[in-house]
């Protein structure tokens, strides 16, 4: 620990006992925001902001659908984005590199006449078709349920397939933010949160101001912090009012919604991570939802939490469509998180839940990796960070587990637009 930390804490220590406790506690929270922030400078320099990895060409070749020698060839022709060629003529690409290629082969596709071979490299939605923005909420109210590290990891998948995605933090502890490079209390001022877009009085502001670019190319975000706890608040002050023929706008149940929809034409998936409650936020993302996963952590008390989150997600989505809401969806899946397939009763556990919901229950089940967790400790995903940081078996086993879930839920998303 470094003499600045030492010095923070001991001040914290004598806070504690000098200070009421909102001061005290106030005096954590400084020392670990500035703690971070120097984590943050430390691991991101020069700028302080998160990089994402290139990628190899056989990594490269993998995402686009094409054989790494048939991309040498294209290098070769000069034809597309030229990678960079590192010692020993190693060749690798970054993101936007991989992305841009994809569009120049749908568009050689296309001039072939071959509009299938074309949606294979380009996967965005047709909207002419009626391929609807496909909206996935990501939930529960047990924590650690491995919410927040599905959500990023689906949303990084999506993206490095070729799809435009847009996260949203709806979650005011912000880990989803986190996981992006951003320091909530550092990088956001106010009213730059989902909440600045369905808040219901004149400061709202339109989405499109509030979504930030990443260094995920096709990837964009809409930070999270505690402001977004004001929705809990205003929404009963706002329904009151309009019960006295006040008129504030849409129902809380449609802000979400209609939110998108202005943005919805840049966008094929966005990735609602949600709180881990059951307040007007949740409710209000689930309103807006073409899709919901609900994470599962194989144990019995998650289990038992999982049912009384069902019974009353039930009991108030059926309040909200006998108001009008809509409540219609392409899926609904359980996704099995942070689990050990030699644990004997997390897998009968796992067989208790398929013989209950049977194809409701993903088939592919995000395996309890230790390179998940190493990599957290650099704010990284398991995307990001590359193979040559862990053990060739640990790391491909987790990356296997990831692949398989996360391919299980774009195979849906293509299904529910008749792909």
Known sequence: MTMTATQARQDADQSGARRPADEAIAADARALSDQLKAMRERLFPPTAMKTLRSFTSGEAAKLIGVSDGYLRQLSLAGEGPQPDTGLGGRRSYSLSDINALRRHLAEQALAKGNAVKARSYLKWRDREAGEHLQVISVTNFKGGSGKTTSSVHIAQYLAMTGHRVLAVDLDPQASLSALFGYQPELDLTGNDTLYGAIRYDAEARPLKDIIRKTYFDGLDLVPGNLELQEFE???????????????????????????LASVADDYDVVIIDCPPQLGYLTLSALCASTSVIVTVHPQMLDVASMN????????????????????????LRYLVTRFEPNDGPQAQIVGFMRSLFGERVLTSAMVKSTAVSDAGLTKQTLYEVGRENFTRATYDRAVESLNSVNGEIEALIHAAWGR
């Open 233 to 259: 608040h205003t929404t009963p002050q706002a329904l009151s009012a309009r019960h006295n023929g006040s008129d504030a706008g849409p129902l809380f149940f449609a802000r979400v919604q209609t939110a």
């Open 308 to 331: 009384q989150f069902l019974y009353m997600t039930s009991d108030l989505l059926s309040v909200v469509r006998e108001a009008g809401g809509e409540l219609n969806f392409d899926f």
